[in-house]
């Protein structure tokens, strides 16, 4: 969330910012918050009066005026317009700063200024590319669900019986090389310093609100009917709650979290894209990085989460790329975000496995988490940052193609090895 006396003290910048992301109209918010703070002045004066009558009437009573004289009798009348007064103008300016921070949960991050100005995807920068010593170098490598369907490692038609289309039944060996890719993330990131939580995968509308999927993305997620939960998104979302509404101490920064999640979201605006394959599914699961940092380090971290996503792309060694996002693409909650793609040799392209995001103090603000230096006064918003690392599912098909043999069968990365305790899958 922006914070409103930013928005007040600097409406051009903050307008021309916004701008870089898209179409958004400050002035109603603006308009709002005048109204409110002239009905907060307006109540502040008559509290005052009311105060000085009561005062006055406590005077003159003591200085041997009757109660019931018409000088005390028309303090005492002042003062009962007055409550009225107040009466009526404190619910007005309480609807009105709700009215604000309905409108300001609608206002994404402001972009970094060195967040690239682009309109879309098509406008991000590539900033490296990594392992194309990597790249397979056989012909006709099958599409991922292909092979995985071959191999008996996944199905996609008895999972529509099931639930739906977009769902995927993991068999086998199928099943154990996705608890691999789990065990050795989850692995690989508390060795790297990430200290592990497996949260509820049910998340409530404040913890959805604090990390910015609510109120613009509901029609995202799944909410069940009779309670106040969701299917968690991405494990962002839950580790973002962690410590909501607390104040961290300082020296306990930098908190680095990862968790283990199963994933859920109906990708209601992207119907006909990716239908088949696991790269957009409803269920996926994924490991996702969390840091919760001081605002001084928070760019240098931001490289850091980066280089820990890499990490695992690296020790499985298949080929990606980094790209920074333009203002155009930027997450809502975003303000510099940079994308991991990694290598899909059947479509030639690279495919989106990472988004690692530094947020800011855009979700500290919106779920109070603050910290205090000590020795100082007062408490800072931390700054929030996150990124998958990574999406099992999306690297599963990447290692099904990048690692396909031409006889058919799929060698196991060597780091993983050890995890299936097999070399090859599908070999006879």
């Known amino acids: 969330m922006l914070d409103i006396k930013q928005i007040r003290e600097n409406p051009q910048t903050v307008q021309e910012r916004l701008q870089r992301r898209g179409d958004y109209d400050l002035q109603p918010l603006l308009e709002l918050d005048r109204q409110q703070r002239d009905l907060e002045q307006a109540r502040s004066q008559l509290q005052a009066r009311s105060n000085e009558i009561g005062k006055l ?8 005026s009757s109660p019931d004289s018409p000088e005390v009798q028309d303090l005492r009348e002042e003062g009962n317009t007055i409550k009225t007064r107040l009466s009526e103008l404190e619910p007005q300016e309480r609807e009105l700063k709700e009215q604000i921070e309905t409108f300001l949960l609608t206002i994404p991050n402001l972009p970094s200024d060195s967040t690239p100005i682009g309109k879309n995807e098509t406008e991000n920068i590539e900033v490296r590319r990594w392992g194309d010593e990597y790249l397979p170098q056989n012909a006709n490598i099958l599409p991922h669900w292909e092979i995985g369907e071959k191999l008996g490692l996944l199905n ?4 529509t019986k099931i639930a739906q289309s977009r769902f995927v039944s993991l068999i086998g060996i199928g099943a154990q090389l996705e608890r691999a890719l789990i065990q050795f993330m989850l692995d690989r990131q508390t060795a790297a310093g990430y200290v592990e939580i497996i949260p509820p995968f049910l998340i409530n509308s404040q913890s959805l609100t604090a990390s910015g999927q609510l109120p613009k993305f509901a029609e995202e997620s799944f909410k069940c009917a009779n309670d106040d939960l969701w299917l968690s998104p991405t494990a962002e979302v839950p580790i973002t709650n962690f410590y909501r509404g607390e104040i961290l101490a300082a020296e306990d920064l930098p908190i680095n979290h990862c968790a283990y999640t199963p994933c859920f979201r109906r990708e209601a605006g992207s119907y006909g894209r990716d239908t088949r394959g696991l790269i957009r599914l409803h269920q996926f699961n994924k490991v996702e990085l969390y840091k919760f940092v001081h605002p001084d380090t928070s760019e240098q971290e931001h490289q850091k989460l980066l280089h820990d996503a890499e990490a695992i792309l690296q020790a499985l060694q298949l080929p990606y790329r980094v790209l920074e996002l333009c ?3 930027l997450g809502f909650s975003s303000t510099k975000t940079y994308d991991l793609e990694v290598w899909l040799p059947s479509s030639e392209k690279y495919r989106e496995i990472s ?5 800011m103090d855009f979700q500290a603000r919106r779920g109070s988490i603050r910290f205090k230096e000590a020795g100082k006064k007062g408490t800072q918003y931390v700054h929030t940052l996150n990124g998958s690392g990574l999406a099992v599912g999306r690297t599963m098909a990447a290692i099904l ?4 043999q031409p006889d058919g069968t799929v060698k196991v990365p060597e780091v993983l090895q050890p995890y299936l305790r097999r070399e090859v899958i599908g070999e006879r």
């Open 156 to 159: 996609f038609e008895r999972s």
């Open 401 to 404: 193609e990048n690692y396909q």
């Open 355 to 359: 988004s690692c995001s530094n947020c």
């Open 327 to 329: 203002t155009g693409d």
């Open 57 to 64: 009437v406590g005077q003159k009573i003591k200085s041997g």
